[in-house]
């Protein structure tokens, strides 16, 4: 894939390109985290559960709430209350 160039925003935003997206598979509502290496970024779709949906695993798999619940109660304080912050402003977006 070439390279693909973006300016960084004011506010430290930027879009990850479609193309790119489509390349790497991106979805809306994936879930993505973001590590630095020396002066590179990685970035990476992120699980919240495996195999929740395979048929062997339905009926004991977690409802999505549930999962969700999980996930958060595993991450450390300050990036939980970032989570639950963009979760908050996306409801409050979607019933506008």
Known sequence: M????????KRGNTTIPYALRVFLGFRPN???????????VIIRREKICDD???????????????????????LPANVQKEALIY?????????T
Request: hydrophobic residues 35%; glycine residues 4%.
């Open 30 to 40: 994936d879930l993505l985290s973001f590590r630095a290496e020396s002066d590179e």
């Open 87 to 95: 979760l908050s402003l996306g409801i409050a977006q979607s019933k």
């Open 52 to 74: 929740c949906c395979t048929s062997e695993h339905q009926a004991d798999a977690p409802t999505s709430s549930e999962a969700l619940r999980s996930f958060l109660s595993s």
């Open 2 to 9: 070439a390279k693909i160039y973006r300016i960084l925003g």
